[in-house]
């Protein structure tokens, strides 16, 4: 089994960038392909970006292409989300979550088996 934290959200304005992190406790988070999801009020919880357990492969929503990027570094045991060219549509909570079962992520909520507690990310117009 493996705990989540997630830190690094806040406010920011448009076209700014924010660093998202989410450190991992009890078994290596190596063992894991790992995503991130957002939850915007009134919404359903959304896939942003994910990635293979070594690192090697990464998926993205289409929203995100090009201004998000998803990293890890399992000596840290810890995963990433930088964002760039911040929209006010990009406000939500942001999750990470770890798939014990995949060598290539997934995309869809119901393929991961933990999750963090979520950090705000409100993007100012």
């Known amino acids: 089994q493996v705990q989540l934290v997630e830190s690094g959200g806040g406010l920011v304005q448009a076209g700014g960038s924010l660093r998202l992190s989410c450190a991992a406790s009890g078994r290596t988070v190596s063992s894991y392909a790992m995503g991130w999801f957002r939850q915007a009020p009134g919404k359903e919880r959304a896939f942003v970006a994910a990635?293979?357990?070594?690192?090697?492969?990464?998926y993205y929503a289409d929203s995100v292409k090009g201004r998000f990027t998803i990293s890890r570094d399992n000596a840290k045991n810890t995963l990433y989300l930088q964002m760039s060219s911040l929209k006010p549509e990009d406000t939500a909570v942001y999750y990470c979550?770890?798939?014990?079962?995949?060598?290539?992520?997934?995309?869809?909520?119901?393929?991961?088996?933990?999750w963090g507690q979520g950090t705000q990310v409100t993007v100012s117009s």
């Open positions: 979550a770890a798939d014990r079962d995949r060598v290539v992520p997934g995309v869809w909520r119901y393929q991961y088996d933990y």
């Open positions: 990635i293979s357990r070594n690192g090697g492969n990464t």
